[in-house]
């Protein structure tokens, strides 16, 4: 008989019930608890701290008090990774971030969802799809990233948007849904005209 944990990494519809599924993420609260009362200026605890609640981390991470996650191990930041005040990964499925990424503050990454009936919600299910976002991404404040959703490189996501659907490479977007503005510069040239 397959288990609820094993329904949701699957992917499949789960009980979020379940004792093994209330256990993760209890685990995950009591170690976000933790990080978010080390001192700010001890940036080298909360480095250390965070670095043991994420899967897998790179070179230079730096992540602001105070962040929430739903497992923690299911988070994988690369190289130069920087998120502002309050962000919260709900990661019940993998979360997969590129190289040289910033978060703005209160940002939400849910790869969560519940379903679209009141009897599916009645009985307690949940299920989950990653989201994987590229090198080279900076969220403004107050970005939601919905589950199953990739961003691409290079990409600006603009304050307040609600990402609902896959984003490409090289573009900013916004609103709600998010949607491609323009497209950006790929060549590295910082254009200090702009207002």
Not at 9 to 32: I, M, P, Q, T
Not at 129 to 138: E, Y
Request: proline share 5%; with cysteine; net charge negative.
């Amino acid at each position: 008989m397959t288990t609820e944990l094993e329904k949701l990494e699957n992917g499949d519809w789960y009980y979020f019930l379940d004792e093994e599924v209330v256990a993760r993420k209890a685990r995950a609260a009591k170690l976000c608890q933790e990080f978010n009362a080390i001192s700010a200026t001890d940036p080298a605890s909360q480095t250390a701290k965070i670095r043991g609640i994420f899967g897998q981390a790179g070179k230079s991470v730096s992540v602001q008090a105070t962040f929430n996650c739903d497992y923690g191990k299911n988070i994988r930041v690369g190289d130069d990774f920087l998120s502002n005040y309050n962000l919260t990964i709900l990661d019940i499925a993998p979360v997969t971030i590129g190289n040289h990424v910033m978060i703005g503050p209160n940002v939400g990454l849910y790869t969560v969802n519940h379903p679209m009936t009141a009897q599916g919600r009645r009985q307690y299910l949940a299920k989950a799809t990653p989201i994987t976002i590229g090198n080279d991404v900076w969220f403004g404040g107050n970005v939601t990233v919905l589950p199953g959703v990739t961003i691409g490189n290079n990409v600006v996501i603009a304050a307040g948007a609600v990402v609902t659907h896959d984003i490409p490479d090289n573009c900013l977007a916004g609103g709600v849904p998010a949607k491609v503005i323009k497209p950006l510069e790929t060549d590295g040239q910082i254009n200090t005209s702009e207002k």
